[in-house]
């Protein structure tokens, strides 16, 4: 019998699953990046729009990204955008000075602070 050819095959073999699972590395790799950069994007888009409403596509578009969506609940402002494949959604609160000044609580305080948002603060 002779096999001294097998150990070559084997050999190759064993090089192709090295290769694919190195590649495989590689992809998943990217893929952490492309959600770690949308998630940076998301945060910067979603503080943007908490200031400002109309900045965050502009934000968006200035990341390379996409201003899938766009809620603002009160203080709240939430996005979701999409950069290079990847979607990701951050939250933003934008609350006014002295917001604090308007919860209710028991006090003999005679100092007027103004008028307090008509949005419950919780």
């Known amino acids: 019998m002779d096999e001294q050819g097998s150990i070559s095959v084997l050999g190759v073999g064993i090089l ?3 290769g694919m699972a190195i590649l495989l590395m590689g992809q998943l790799g990217a893929d952490v ?3 770690a950069r ?3 994007v ?3 888009v979603a503080m943007a729009a908490a200031a400002d409403p109309q900045a965050a596509a502009t934000t968006a578009a200035a ?3 996409t201003l899938i969506s766009m809620v603002q609940e009160g203080f709240e402002t939430e996005v979701v955008v999409g950069r290079g494949g990847a979607l990701a ?3 933003a609160e934008l609350r006014p ?3 604090w000044r308007c919860q209710s609580f028991a006090s003999s305080d005679p100092i007027h602070f103004g008028a307090c ?3 419950p603060v919780g």
Do not use: E, K, Q, Y
């Open 38 to 40: 949308a998630a940076s």
């Open 97 to 99: 000075i002295g917001w």
């Open 89 to 91: 959604t951050a939250r």
């Open 117 to 119: 948002p008509s949005t």
């Open 42 to 44: 998301a945060d910067a």
């Open 16 to 18: 192709a699953v090295i």
């Open 33 to 35: 990046v492309h959600r």
């Open 63 to 65: 990341n390379r990204a």
